[in-house]
């Protein structure tokens, strides 16, 4: 079975500082992985997305995810953040097998101040 | 492309009552998921139809719980009798299948359905 583990609950910054949300997973196959982000009262959209291919990959937003294979991670960063950055974000896994569900980590809760 | 919706988007009921919540896919997707997040929790699976055909049911799924998605378009998500920890928001999600083996496996969500019961 899979599981994700997002290491951090809460995560404060200053606006315009660099920010890194971790994200760890557990799967004896192959798998996908995603960010996404959740604001208040709202449903998630997607962020970006890591199928094959590069292991650095860009999203929306501003925001990049590293995958790394044998550290099993999958950090979200982005270079400088915003007051709209404020809001949950959530690494999900899915297996390489189509129409398999996601399985999400707890959430980490992003705080962006001025 | 209008996203996926849900409606309704709150519902207080009392303890013991049905409700049933209603998913509309993004038009062209043929997989449809539900998925349920408590709070401070990331949402958890509980049911995933490919066309009209319901293929998978987490145990999460109790028999109170009941998923339709007639004609493979919208679904339906229904509780009966439901219980105060039933509350919580449910969450439709759709992609598209495709040929490729890398497709189909991203899934657009909805704004949710917040159910509170009393």
């Known amino acids: 079975a899979q599981s994700v583990t997002q290491l951090d609950s809460q995560v404060p910054v200053f606006e315009e500082a660099p920010v890194e949300l971790r994200c760890n997973y557990s799967s004896s196959v192959s798998v996908y992985l995603f960010w996404y982000v959740q604001y208040p009262n709202q449903g998630l959209q997607l962020l970006l997305k890591?199928?094959?291919?590069?292991?650095l990959v860009k999203g929306i937003n501003g925001f990049e995810a590293e995958f790394n294979k044998s550290q099993t991670s999958f950090h979200l960063r982005k270079p400088s953040v915003h007051i709209s950055d404020t809001a949950e974000y959530f690494c999900a896994v899915t297996i390489n097998q189509a129409g398999t569900a996601l399985i999400f980590g707890k959430g980490t809760t992003l705080s962006v101040s001025s | 492309d209008t996203g996926v919706s849900q409606d309704p988007r709150h519902k207080i009921t009392k303890r013991g009552q049905n409700v049933t919540f209603r998913c509309d896919p993004i038009s062209e997707h043929n997989r449809l998921y539900w998925y349920r997040q408590t709070l401070g929790q990331g949402p958890e699976f509980l049911t995933y139809?490919?066309?009209?055909?319901?293929?998978?049911k987490s145990r999460l799924l109790s028999d109170r719980f009941s998923a339709e998605r007639p004609k493979g378009s919208f679904s339906t998500l229904e509780i009966q009798r439901t219980e105060q920890g039933d509350s919580a928001m449910y969450l439709c999600?759709?992609?598209?299948?495709?040929?490729?083996?890398?497709?189909?496996?991203?899934?657009?969500f909805g704004p949710g359905t917040r159910l509170t019961v009393t």
């Open positions: 999600a759709s992609s598209l299948a495709g040929t490729s083996g890398r497709e189909g496996h991203e899934q657009y």
């Open positions: 890591y199928l094959s291919g590069s292991t």
């Open positions: 139809f490919q066309n009209e055909a319901q293929l998978e």
